[in-house]
Every structure is written in structure tokens, then in C-alpha cells.
């Protein structure tokens, strides 16, 4: 495992607040059902992106007509969809879709298809799509020939059998965003980040086409595709879409480089973490916790768990985890009590878990966590991606899942971590407090042994004991700074040599 500490950006969303017949599967997954092959239609769109590999990028804004075009938030959000113009709206089956109206920061055009068989048909925009909320000019009929839209999100029989909620969308960039049942809107996946964490720009391909194939009445699946497109970038995009408990994403893809580029994000997350419990008083808020997710959470290829609770930092880091063949890694909200946040608006305590579990062998990699330095509950500050470590003849191929739900998708074979703390008498010292629970029954009565490490810094103290009212353990570590570089930290329980909890992974980077 390597730290290097960089300037990078993670695109911010503009105005974040913050089917087929399928013919069997194709890849054996670790924690779930195996793969499945794209609709018909997938090696079209795919041709297309290698297609457009070749020839110079296309440009993506267009001019908008002058009542959307530079409008604050407050007044884009007004513009909502009329539910009844929705896609397979009244129609039987448990889908439907709608759209959202281009403007504010929502510049490129993002037209959507339906797909049967090998054909597409185009889904027009209409104004009368839309409400615009009283404020605003709809588009007259000549500038909405011009138009299209900015994203659409999807609606299902998630919770009740009667009703359709929300529970993913797509909107700005290459991002999607999923709930699972009784959730809340949260982090984001994305499709594809490229030099993330660099001093240089970072990349944002986008979504510049979306297709749809129309699901069953009976069907509880849906097919989404999509062509990406950016600097130096094409590609195709397969996405099956299943929600419940939890929503899933299975994306089957192929990105076509146009030049090389230093950093080529697979799977990745997105997520805003502004502070929790280890410095609850930092920003004068009543709140004990703001944050979408808390934990960064990796499983390598023999099955070693590693948790690394997410901060926000005092300068942009990023962190590289180097694995070979990953069974997965994720941004958790791991904080479930409401009491935490003590927030009845934007209900962290219900924000979603995202998963991602290689559905092919990703062989050796890095996994890079970027962490940016941040005062605004609105920035999307977090990220964690796959960075393969070989990318042949300019063009990567993938298949992946990526799960939205209140939990991980599989149960925890070891303890974890629930609680990290920090507390300084000192600049060059500082102690760390964490919370074991929930560890496996071989722990019980066992004699478990601390293996603390440190690194740039000195261990200067460190206690276990057994914590009554988690029912685990708590470790307390005096840390001293020796050199003003980042410590690095990580912390293991073991009964007998064999880990009986992950292993908690912290970097502390003292105030200079």
C-alpha cells in the first residue's frame, strides 16, 4: 500500500445539495448471481463508441434558449416533470421513467432511445413534458426542436406494490445514483473518471446517449445503455438495473482510449463526507455528523478485509491500495442511528451503502481513495475507483455489479470497525480510540492480541479492552509524530495469529 497526497478534483454534480431475452451467464460472481450477456442491440452502440475513438471528439453543449440557460438553482428545480407524461406511464408492468429539463449547469444535450431488437427509436422532448413552475418561460416550439434532455430517473414497485418510487437516476457527467428499499438518495456511481487526483484537471467523461429497452409486464429488471464520450475517451455501456431491497447495476462495458491517460478510474464512487464523530465540533453545526458515507471497505483476492474510516482531510489526499484480483470495495455509511445526525431533512442515517464486486478477474490494480479537503456540505468530496494496472491496445473491457442498499450485500465474516475517535494534547501527539463489535464466535473468551503498526511515527502506547456496551473491544494507541510527513495506521485484532475483526486503517496528517 502506497500514499502519495495530490491536488486533485472530484467532479461535483451541478445542484447537488448536498429488456431482453437474456441467454445465460457468462462469469461466475463472488457474492451474488452470475452475469449476464447485454441486449442485442449493445454490439451497435459498441461499434459506434470504437468508431468515435477514432475521429476527434464531438462537442456536447449546445445553446440553450435564454429563460433556462443561466437560471440559479433555486429556480431549475422548480422545473419538475408532469408524472403523467412519463414513459410507460399507465401502462402494466412495474417500470417507468422521466425526465429532467436541460439548464442551469445542465448544458449537454442527453438524448434518450427506446430499443427493440436492433432498432432505436428517439423519445422527443416536448415542453409540455414539464412544469416550469410559474418563474419561467417554457421553451417556444421552435427552441424545443432544439432541445433534449439532461438525464432521466427511474421508477419502480420498490416499496409498495401500488406506487412507483424513485430509485435511480442518471443525471450530470456519467453518474447514477440508487437507492434500495426504504433508502435515501445518496452517493453516486459513475461511469468512468479519468486522471482523478492529479495536480493536471481531472476528466469528466459523460453519458451523451441513453438507450432503454422496454421491460416486460412481468419483467423486474430493466436494460439501460449508454454511449460515453470525453477528451480522451469513448465507450459502451450495459447496464441491467434490478431493484429491491437492494438496487443492483450490472455493467457490462469497453472503454477506447484516443490517447493514453495517467489515471483510468474503473467502478468508480462518488460520495461527500464532511465530518463525523472523530471531530464533531469543527464546524459549529448542531449536528454530531454530516456525511453521506463513513468508511472505505475492501475485500483483496485471499479474502483480507480492510476498512479505512473516511475524513475530510486539512489538504486534498489521495491514498492507493495495491491489490491483485479485488473481491470488491465500497463506500459504506456504516452509522445507521438517527440520534447521530439528528438531522430530519437530510436523513443521513438512511443514505446508502455502494458496493462494487468484479464480475471478471480484475487482476493486479490499485485502488485509490481520494479524499478533498472541504467546508460545504454540497461538495461530493470522496472517491474511490479501480485503477487496473495494465491497459492493452488503448481499450479496456469490463463487467462489474454495483449494489445501492442499506447494508454490504454479504455478511461480514469478521468484526468491525463501528467507532473511531480522536483526541490531541499535543501537535506531535495524538491518541486514536477505536470500536471492535460484532466479532465472530472464536473470539468469544478467546485471548485476542493487538497488532498495532505505525508508520512514519512512533507507537507510544496502546491498551485493549473489553468494551460492555458494544458487547466487543475498544483500543486506545498514543501515536507520536517524529517527521512531518502523513501516518499512516492499522490496527488488527488476532486470536492465535488469525484476524478475528478487518483491519482499521487510518491516516493522520497533523497540522503543520
Same mark, same amino acid.
Request: glycine residues 10%.
Given at each position: 500500500?502506497?500514499?502519495?497526497?495530490?491536488?486533485?478534483?472530484?467532479?461535483?454534480?451541478?445542484?447537488?445539495?448536498?429488456?431482453?431475452?437474456?441467454?445465460?451467464?457468462?462469469?461466475?460472481?463472488?457474492?451474488?448471481?452470475?452475469?449476464?450477456?447485454?441486449?442485442?442491440?449493445?454490439?451497435?452502440?459498441?461499434?459506434?463508441?470504437?468508431?468515435?475513438?477514432?475521429?476527434?471528439?464531438?462537442?456536447?453543449?449546445?445553446?440553450?434558449?435564454?429563460?433556462?440557460?443561466?437560471?440559479?438553482?433555486?429556480?431549475?428545480?422548480?422545473?419538475?416533470?408532469?408524472?403523467?407524461?412519463?414513459?410507460?406511464?399507465?401502462?402494466?408492468?412495474?417500470?417507468?421513467?422521466?425526465?429532467?429539463?436541460?439548464?442551469?449547469?445542465?448544458?449537454?444535450?442527453?438524448?434518450?432511445?427506446?430499443?427493440?431488437?436492433?432498432?432505436?427509436?428517439?423519445?422527443?422532448?416536448?415542453?409540455?413534458?414539464?412544469?416550469?413552475?410559474?418563474?419561467?418561460?417554457?421553451?417556444?416550439?421552435?427552441?424545443?426542436?432544439?432541445?433534449?434532455?439532461?438525464?432521466?430517473?427511474?421508477?419502480?414497485?420498490?416499496?409498495?406494490?401500488?406506487?412507483?418510487?424513485?430509485?435511480?437516476?442518471?443525471?450530470?457527467?456519467?453518474?447514477?445514483?440508487?437507492?434500495?428499499?426504504?433508502?435515501?438518495?445518496?452517493?453516486?456511481?459513475?461511469?468512468?473518471?479519468?486522471?482523478?487526483?492529479?495536480?493536471?484537471?481531472?476528466?469528466?467523461?459523460?453519458?451523451?446517449?441513453?438507450?432503454?429497452?422496454?421491460?416486460?409486464?412481468?419483467?423486474?429488471?430493466?436494460?439501460?445503455?449508454?454511449?460515453?464520450?470525453?477528451?480522451?475517451?469513448?465507450?459502451?455501456?450495459?447496464?441491467?438495473?434490478?431493484?429491491?431491497?437492494?438496487?443492483?447495476?450490472?455493467?457490462?462495458?469497453?472503454?477506447?482510449?484516443?490517447?493514453?491517460?495517467?489515471?483510468?478510474?474503473?467502478?468508480?464512487?462518488?460520495?461527500?463526507?464532511?465530518?463525523?464523530?472523530?471531530?464533531?465540533?469543527?464546524?459549529?453545526?448542531?449536528?454530531?455528523?454530516?456525511?453521506?458515507?463513513?468508511?472505505?471497505?475492501?475485500?483483496?483476492?485471499?479474502?483480507? /478485509?480492510?476498512?479505512?474510516?473516511?475524513?475530510?482531510?486539512?489538504?486534498?489526499?489521495?491514498?492507493?491500495?495495491?491489490?491483485?484480483?479485488?473481491?470488491?470495495?465500497?463506500?459504506?455509511?456504516?452509522?445507521?442511528?438517527?440520534?447521530?445526525?439528528?438531522?430530519?431533512?437530510?436523513?443521513?442515517?438512511?443514505?446508502?451503502?455502494?458496493?462494487?464486486?468484479?464480475?471478471?478477474?480484475?487482476?493486479?490494480?490499485?485502488?485509490?481513495?481520494?479524499?478533498?479537503?472541504?467546508?460545504?456540505?454540497?461538495?461530493?468530496?470522496?472517491?474511490?475507483?479501480?485503477?487496473?494496472?495494465?491497459?492493452?491496445? /488503448?481499450?479496456?473491457?469490463?463487467?462489474?455489479?454495483?449494489?445501492?442498499?442499506?447494508?454490504?450485500?454479504?455478511?461480514?465474516?469478521?468484526?468491525?470497525?463501528?467507532?473511531?475517535?480522536?483526541?490531541?494534547?499535543?501537535?506531535?501527539?495524538?491518541?486514536?480510540?477505536?470500536?471492535?463489535?460484532?466479532?465472530?464466535?472464536?473470539?468469544?473468551?478467546?485471548?485476542?492480541?493487538?497488532?498495532?503498526?505505525?508508520?512514519?511515527?512512533?507507537?507510544?502506547?496502546?491498551?485493549?479492552?473489553? /468494551?460492555?456496551?458494544?458487547?466487543?473491544?475498544?483500543?486506545?494507541?498514543?501515536?507520536?509524530?517524529?517527521?512531518?510527513?502523513?501516518?499512516?495506521?492499522?490496527?488488527?485484532?488476532?486470536?492465535?495469529?488469525?484476524?478475528?475483526?478487518?483491519?482499521?486503517?487510518?491516516?493522520?496528517?497533523?497540522?503543520?
Amino acid at each position: 500500500m502506497a500514499l502519495v497526497s495530490g491536488c486533485g478534483s472530484l467532479a461535483a454534480k451541478p445542484g447537488s445539495a448536498n429488456d431482453v431475452k437474456e441467454t445465460g451467464p457468462t462469469t461466475a460472481s463472488a457474492y451474488g448471481t452470475p452475469a449476464h450477456e447485454p441486449p442485442a442491440f449493445f454490439p451497435t452502440l459498441l461499434e459506434r463508441a470504437r468508431q468515435l475513438a477514432a475521429a476527434p471528439p464531438r462537442p456536447s453543449n449546445i445553446d440553450l434558449p435564454p429563460s433556462v440557460r443561466d437560471i440559479p438553482w433555486e429556480e431549475y428545480r422548480k422545473i419538475v416533470f408532469n408524472h403523467d407524461k412519463a414513459l410507460w406511464h399507465g401502462e402494466p408492468g412495474h417500470f417507468s421513467a422521466e425526465f429532467f429539463h436541460m439548464g442551469y449547469g445542465y448544458r449537454d444535450p442527453v438524448p434518450v432511445f427506446v430499443i427493440d431488437g436492433l432498432n432505436a427509436k428517439p423519445v422527443p422532448y416536448t415542453s409540455d413534458m414539464f412544469n416550469f413552475g410559474g418563474g419561467i418561460t417554457p421553451p417556444t416550439p421552435q427552441e424545443a426542436t432544439q432541445l433534449s434532455f439532461a438525464g432521466m430517473r427511474l421508477h419502480a414497485n420498490i416499496n409498495r406494490e401500488d406506487y412507483r418510487d424513485e430509485f435511480m437516476l442518471f443525471q450530470g457527467a456519467s453518474y447514477f445514483r440508487g437507492v434500495g428499499k426504504g433508502g435515501w438518495l445518496g452517493l453516486s456511481g459513475r461511469g468512468l473518471a479519468i486522471n482523478t487526483g492529479l495536480s493536471e484537471p481531472e476528466q469528466v467523461p459523460r453519458f451523451s446517449e441513453i438507450y432503454m429497452e422496454r421491460p416486460g409486464p412481468d419483467q423486474r429488471y430493466l436494460w439501460v445503455l449508454a454511449l460515453l464520450e470525453g477528451k480522451s475517451v469513448t465507450g459502451a455501456y450495459a447496464m441491467r438495473i434490478e431493484p429491491g431491497d437492494f438496487t443492483t447495476v450490472e455493467v457490462t462495458a469497453q472503454v477506447f482510449l484516443r490517447e493514453p491517460v495517467q489515471v483510468l478510474g474503473i467502478a468508480p464512487l462518488t460520495s461527500m463526507y464532511l465530518y463525523g464523530e472523530e471531530h464533531p465540533a469543527n464546524f459549529g453545526d448542531f449536528r454530531p455528523e454530516v456525511h453521506d458515507s463513513d468508511t472505505l471497505v475492501m475485500v483483496d483476492g485471499n479474502g483480507d /478485509n480492510l476498512a479505512r474510516p473516511l475524513h475530510n482531510p486539512p489538504h486534498t489526499t489521495v491514498s492507493g491500495f495495491k491489490l491483485m484480483s479485488p473481491k470488491g470495495f465500497g463506500l459504506e455509511q456504516r452509522d445507521r442511528v438517527w440520534d447521530h445526525y439528528q438531522d430530519i431533512v437530510e436523513r443521513y442515517d438512511i443514505r446508502p451503502t455502494g458496493w462494487v464486486e468484479p464480475l471478471s478477474d480484475w487482476g493486479p490494480g490499485t485502488l485509490r481513495l481520494l479524499e478533498i479537503s472541504t467546508n460545504l456540505e454540497s461538495d461530493d468530496n470522496m472517491g474511490a475507483m479501480w485503477v487496473p494496472e495494465k491497459i492493452e491496445n /488503448n481499450q479496456y473491457a469490463m463487467k462489474y455489479r454495483v449494489y445501492f442498499g442499506n447494508t454490504l450485500p454479504f455478511s461480514p465474516p469478521l468484526g468491525r470497525v463501528i467507532g473511531t475517535r480522536h483526541a490531541s494534547w499535543e501537535p506531535a501527539r495524538s491518541r486514536f480510540v477505536v470500536d471492535f463489535a460484532n466479532l465472530p464466535k472464536e473470539a468469544d473468551n478467546a485471548e485476542l492480541t493487538l497488532d498495532a503498526t505505525v508508520n512514519n511515527g512512533r507507537l507510544a502506547e496502546q491498551k485493549l479492552l473489553k /468494551n460492555p456496551y458494544t458487547g466487543g473491544y475498544r483500543v486506545e494507541i498514543d501515536v507520536v509524530r517524529e517527521q512531518s510527513n502523513d501516518i499512516e495506521m492499522r490496527v488488527t485484532l488476532r486470536n492465535g495469529g488469525r484476524p478475528v475483526t478487518e483491519t482499521w486503517s487510518y491516516l493522520w496528517q497533523p497540522t503543520r
